[in-house]
């Protein structure tokens, strides 16, 4: 059973182009969840999905950012503008319930 | 002020020695507890859980104080591969989202 992937590993934008992150979860997992870990701190919190659904956006920014996990494919998190101070690690983690959260190995964003 | 908060370190000891990482948190609400190991550049990684009355993994031991809302990780004779940042997290909410704390650098040394 492979684990929660994630692509692409690292990803290069320029300020105000769009950044897609792809998270495939864990095999017979529907509960998806975001983070974002800036340099030097720990990991935040931004979204909980279930298939087709936002259960818990409360640590998304208000603008730019966006979440989708469709009935089939992967989840994304789509941002749209990109500034500096988005460059960070975005992992991914699955449950089969809420219950154990398995990551993914992350992106690496960097904004030129 | 942070939701789990931990000292940054970095913690320096000789391999053999016994360290001790500690972790309060705000929220009383906060139902379980964990500790996550992550190494540089990657993702983090469920060291154990922790509970009220304590738990051991080997030379890892784990404890929760819910009145003091403080939490406790000790390692015993340290490895050179226990390098790595120590994550005090707590599970939060209703729907279980992860509250980490910043984490504590581990560097052990021959």
């Known amino acids: 059973n492979a684990g929660v992937m994630q692509n692409p590993r690292h990803l290069v934008r320029r300020r105000g182009q769009e950044a897609r992150l792809r998270c495939s979860p864990m095999?017979?997992?529907?509960?998806v969840y975001w983070y974002r870990q800036l340099p030097e701190e720990g990991l935040k919190f931004m979204v909980y999905?279930?298939?087709?659904?936002?259960?818990?956006e409360s640590g998304m920014p208000k603008e730019r950012f966006s979440a989708e996990f469709p009935k089939e494919g992967p989840s994304i998190l789509r941002i749209q503008q990109v500034v500096r101070g988005d460059s960070a690690a975005y992992f991914c983690?699955?449950?089969?319930?809420?219950?154990?959260?398995?990551f993914g190995p992350g992106t690496r964003l960097t904004v030129l | 002020r942070k939701e789990v908060e931990q000292d940054p370190g970095p913690f320096n000891v000789p391999e053999g020695a016994t360290v001790a990482f500690n972790c309060t948190y705000s929220n009383s609400a906060s139902q379980s507890f964990f500790w996550y190991r992550q190494d540089c550049r990657k993702e983090p990684k469920l060291l154990m859980s922790v509970y009220s009355s304590g738990n051991e993994d080997g030379r890892f031991t784990a404890q929760l104080n819910r009145a003091s809302q403080y939490i406790s990780l000790l390692i015993r004779d340290s490895k050179l591969s226990d390098s790595a940042t120590y994550l005090c997290v707590a599970l939060s909410g209703g729907y279980n989202k992860l509250i980490f704390g910043a984490g504590t650098r581990l560097a052990v040394h021959p």
């Open positions: 095999k017979g997992h529907s509960h």
């Open positions: 983690a699955s449950s089969p319930s809420q219950d154990t959260q398995y």
């Open positions: 999905l279930q298939k087709e659904n936002i259960i818990d």
